[in-house]
């Protein structure tokens, strides 16, 4: 079962395709992970299924609708949505960043404040954090408040946009793994953008590699480090030791 489905998707800048006729399924509870060039398309096919672009052509269908522009800011609260910088609100403690989307929806304090702890506990920050402001915080630290924030109302489909690239290897790697456990505890759908083979490799159930708008290979991490589908792949994954 897909919880995201693309039918003959283009989007177009211009007369350049930035997506071309893309149709496929995102698996149910599995991480995917999207690589591909800077240009080649991933990062509008992200947001192309948070409703951010509406394609030019085709039909994009999630949690088994096709998807409704003109209520797109509800369905959005059932996705959540992390890009490199966090764009954490800096006038705002971190409790208050976390809890934001709790507070538009109308959870109750009670409801917040247990759901906060526990995704603080998830990417293991104290508690003493949430009375600190992102200045105060590391790099490593916001990119995890950025995480809690986007899955407070825990929403089946998780997106990451490159969420992890600014970050040193230490830090990532940490983050990386608390996102695993993150899955174990909390199975969702999440969809991965980023350019890091390695990345993809430990994150992810699937990859898609990306080029000029189009799919040129789909299939389970196995099948792609075993078998990848062009020369270009198979040198991609040579020169990062695959």
């Not at 006038?91 to 906060?116: F, P, Q, V």
């Not at 402001?133 to 407070?152: D, H, K, N, T, W």
């Not at 970050?167 to 350019?195: F, Y």
């Not at 389970?220 to 991609?236: F, G, L, R, T």
């Amino acid at each position: 079962m897909s919880l995201i489905q693309f039918k003959n998707v283009s989007h177009y800048y211009g007369t350049a395709a930035a997506v071309d006729n893309l149709s496929f399924e995102i698996e149910e509870g599995k991480i995917t992970a999207i690589i591909g060039k800077s240009g080649s398309g991933k990062s509008t096919l992200l947001q192309i299924i948070n409703g951010l672009i509406k394609p030019s052509k085709g039909e994009v269908i999630v949690f088994g609708e096709p998807l409704d522009y003109r209520n797109i800011n509800k369905i959005r609260l059932k996705i959540g949505y992390s890009v490199q910088g966090t764009g954490l609100f800096p006038h705002m403690t971190i409790y208050n960043n976390i809890a934001i989307l709790g507070k538009i929806t109308d959870e109750s304090k009670h409801d917040i404040e247990r759901r906060i702890d526990t995704l603080m506990s998830f990417v293991n920050l104290a508690p003493s954090f949430k009375t600190k402001f992102p200045y105060q915080l590391s790099g490593g630290e916001q990119q995890r408040v950025g995480i809690c924030r986007a899955i407070m109302l825990n929403p089946p489909v998780f997106l990451l946009d490159e969420a992890f690239a600014a970050l040193d290897p230490e830090t990532k790697n940490e983050i990386h793994n608390e996102l695993l456990e993150m899955q174990k505890a909390e199975p969702r759908t999440i969809v991965i953008v980023t350019h890091d083979i390695n990345e993809a490799i430990k994150l992810a159930d699937n990859i898609m590699f990306m080029e000029g708008g189009q799919i040129k290979q789909y299939a389970s991490k196995q099948e792609v480090m075993s078998n990848p589908a062009s020369k270009s792949i198979k040198d991609y994954m040579e020169r990062r030791g695959y």
